[in-house]
Antibody, heavy 122, light 108 residues
Framework: QVQLQESGPGLVKPSQTLSLTCSVSGVSISSGDYYWSWIRQPAGKGLEWIGRFYASGSTSFNTSLKSRVTISKDTSKNQFSLKLNSVTAADTAVYYC??????????????WGQGILVTVSS | SYVLTQPPSVSVAPGKTARLTCGENNIGSKRVHWYQQKPGQAPVLVVYDDSDRPSGMSERFSGSNSGNTATLTISRVEAGDEADYYCQVWDKTNDDRVFGGGTKLTVL
């Protein structure tokens, strides 16, 4: 059974860096069949895709966030991580790590972690 | 960039059919995916590539996509279908995955 689990601080101070890790079990993140993404959701609002990486190491980011985002992987631990720098209150959200699939000229998300709430506040 | 338009809310009586729309100019040229999110839970994929269902997903969920509107249809609506529903596409130009604003489905 494939599972994704987010971990990291639930509180981050403004202007600092938000750091989260996604631990994956049941499938290798090095598998070329999938890509791995972060998606966030502010309270009471919709979903926002942050970025993704492929097993090859290539990355892609939301145009509006790319200047502040880094996604990296640790294949030895089967984990991938998100770093979002210079955070503000607008970055307060539930953050999901998500498995994605390419299919017929598109991409969709077939498996989600439970999500972790990150609050940006002093 | 793409802006997917979803009605904020749709209400339907139990046993009836709900039709949730996702609008964008020429969305019919893209593959649309749909997610269901119940309160306090992570989203769940219900339809992908316009009209395909993930393994185990109820046949009551179906999708279509043509012209400027994609539609998620839920047949024989049940109380357990009450949730927020999001559409999603891939913006090839910017390599962005774009979500609609979501529709809250209320079962009367």
């Amino acid at each position: 059974q494939v599972q994704l689990q987010e971990s990291g601080p639930g509180l981050v101070k403004p202007s600092q860096t938000l750091s989260l890790t996604c631990s994956v079990s049941g499938v290798s993140i090095s598998s070329g069949d999938y890509y791995w993404s972060w998606i966030r959701q502010p309270a009471g609002k919709g979903l926002e895709w942050i970025g993704r990486f492929y097993a090859s190491g290539s990355t892609s980011f939301n145009t509006s966030l790319k200047s502040r985002v880094t996604i990296s992987k640790d294949t030895s631990k089967n984990q991938f991580s998100l770093k979002l720098n210079s955070v503000t209150a607008a970055d307060t959200a539930v953050y999901y790590c998500v498995r994605g699939l390419p299919s017929r000229g598109s991409y969709y998300f077939d498996l989600w972690g439970q999500g972790i709430l990150v609050t940006v506040s002093s | 960039s793409y802006v997917l338009t979803q009605p904020p809310s749709v209400s339907v009586a139990p046993g009836k059919t709900a039709r949730l729309t996702c609008g964008e100019n020429n969305i019919g040229s893209k593959r649309v995916h749909w997610y269901q999110q119940k309160p306090g839970q992570a989203p769940v994929l219900v339809v992908y590539d316009d009209s395909d269902r993930p393994s185990g997903m109820s046949e009551r969920f179906s999708g279509s996509n043509s012209g400027n509107t994609a539609t998620l249809t839920i047949s024989r609506v049940e109380a357990g279908d009450e949730a927020d529903y999001y559409c999603q596409v891939w913006d090839k130009t910017n390599d962005d995955r774009v979500f609609g604003g979501g529709t809250k489905l209320t079962v009367l």
